[in-house]
């Protein structure tokens, strides 16, 4: 069974930095992709963030600038992070983890992310 640990949620003033961080564990055969997700009270969920096997990453317009999404260097560890600076109110959500893998898509639990203005 493959299994997302996420770490990092918190409250911080706008203007701020959050490191989210999510390790994946499990028989995952091939990795395919690693990304952050948020949704937001009242709205529907939206990637903010992705990096695939290959390094190509892909950002949501607001965040672009803002925030980058990297992975550790060793692919055994299969960790993904998100690195979030200058955030604002707006970023306020439930930021959660998901896996691409040759067996489907798996999802973390989600960590809470309050920015206060």
């Known amino acids: 069974q493959v299994q997302l640990v996420e770490s990092g949620g918190g409250l911080v003033q706008a203007g701020g930095s959050l490191r989210l961080s999510c390790a994946a564990s499990?028989?995952?055969?091939?990795?395919?992709?690693m990304g952050w997700f948020r949704q937001a009270p009242g709205k529907q969920r939206e990637l903010v963030a992705r990096?695939?096997?290959?390094?190509?990453?892909?950002?949501a317009d607001s965040v672009k600038g803002r925030f980058t999404i990297s992975r550790d260097r060793d692919n055994a560890k299969k960790t993904v992070y998100l690195e979030m600076n200058s955030l604002q109110p707006e970023d306020t959500a439930v930021y959660s983890c998901?896996?691409?893998?040759?067996?489907?898509?798996?999802w973390g639990q989600g960590t809470q992310v309050t920015v206060s203005s």
């Open positions: 990096i695939n096997s290959g390094g190509t990453l892909t950002y």
């Open positions: 499990g028989m995952i055969f091939t990795l395919n992709a």
């Open positions: 998901r896996i691409e893998t040759s067996r489907g898509l798996v």
